[in-house]
């Protein structure tokens, strides 16, 4: 039995070209035939669970979301195994955390069962949209909620929507990139919002990520809000660092976004004879850490590029420094692999973190 009803689209794209999309996929531009869509209702619940034909949205101009932002997602990925199964990694964490993030902005928290329905039913449905592993292609899903009550005051809606999207995610190549430590912006507060992955904190990003990029650096690096002195995350990615003593040292929870990928490469760190350490990291010691080759790798995580190497760091009032030779590290490159080859089921999986759909 379906948890969402199926009101298939009376124009589907076409075998061929579905085809050419998915082989050479444009990433968030490219969308499947259907979406997974539900209602919210105060004193109701939520309800009209359906999947329907990818369409726009009617939304009425005074829509609280288009206003004081209640707007939440996930982002999670369905990868093609080589025998033709299709698999999700770890879903139900994507699933807690979008009640975490709802109970944060005051929005309705949408049941994690309906939401794991949601997401395998429409990766069932659109099994044909998602791609040939090589090149780490995947189907990247795109689950949402925002509040579309239209009214204007200054209060938590009463109606909600709940949305999942899907767009295959072309050949990825891992780029090394140079990190700038932000000192005009930070990205979370004590009691911010830092732990809920909401759109306003992406839009609050955009004028830091343009000032890295004007500075030659690929991301940011994000110090703490109140003393402006520990290290936070990127933005969009989860900070790690491994040590000449053996150690994979990331910042601690508390105002980062409790990332599905730094969980996971925390649990797969004994496998590379790593120890991971979770702890509050000051900029002073990745500068001495650096300096001195006590810090010998340094990387970004998160589900879209899984690691991204991280072999520089540029500030205005220290400028650069390079980490190790400058090239992304053994490590690093094996841990990526590592992961991969467990969400393409070709590495053994014995925490049971793949759940299969297809
Ligand atoms: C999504 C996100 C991450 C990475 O989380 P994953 O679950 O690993 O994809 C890190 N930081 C921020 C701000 C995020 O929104």
Known sequence: MSVFELHRTANPTPEAKRAELVADPVFGKVFTDHMAVADYTEGRGWHDLRIVATDDFRLHPAAAVLH??????????????????????????????????????????????????????????????????????????????????????????????????????????????????????????????????????????????????????????????????????????????????????????????????????LKLAADHGLKPVERHISIDELRAGLADGKIVETFACGTAAVITPIVGFASPEHGEQVVGDGEPGVKTKELRQHLLDIQYGRAEDKQGWMHRVV
């Not at 099994?127 to 995947?138: C, F, I, M, N, Y």
């Not at 004590?190 to 991301?219: D, V, W």
């Not at 910042?251 to 980062?256: E, F, N």
Request: with cysteine; proline share 7%.
């Open 68 to 265: 004081y932002g209640q707007e939440i997602f996930e982002g999670l990925k369905a990868y093609r195994h080589d025998d033709g199964s299709v698999w999700l990694f770890r879903p139900e964490k994507n699933a807690a955390r979008f009640v975490a993030s709802a109970e944060r902005l005051e929005m309705a928290p949408f049941d994690p069962g309906q939401f794991l329905a949601s997401v395998t039913e429409l990766v069932a449905l659109e099994e044909a949209w998602v791609p040939r592993p090589d090149g780490e292609k995947s189907l990247y899903l795109r689950p949402f909620e925002i509040a579309n009550e239209p009214y204007l005051g200054v209060r938590e809606a009463k109606n909600y929507i709940y949305g999942l999207i899907a767009t295959p995610v072309g050949a990825y190549y891992p780029a090394p990139v140079k990190l700038w430590v932000t000192p005009n912006f930070t990205r979370a507060a004590p009691g911010g919002t830092g732990t809920a992955k909401c759109g306003g904190n992406y839009a609050a990003s955009l004028a830091a990520a343009n000032e890295a990029a004007a500075h030659g650096c690929g991301q940011v690096l994000y110090l703490d809000g109140a003393e402006h002195k520990w290290l936070e995350e990127c933005g969009t990615m989860n900070f790690m660092m491994l040590t000449s003593d053996g150690e994979m040292v990331t910042p601690a929870l508390g105002s980062i976004l409790p990332g599905v990928t730094r969980d996971s490469l």
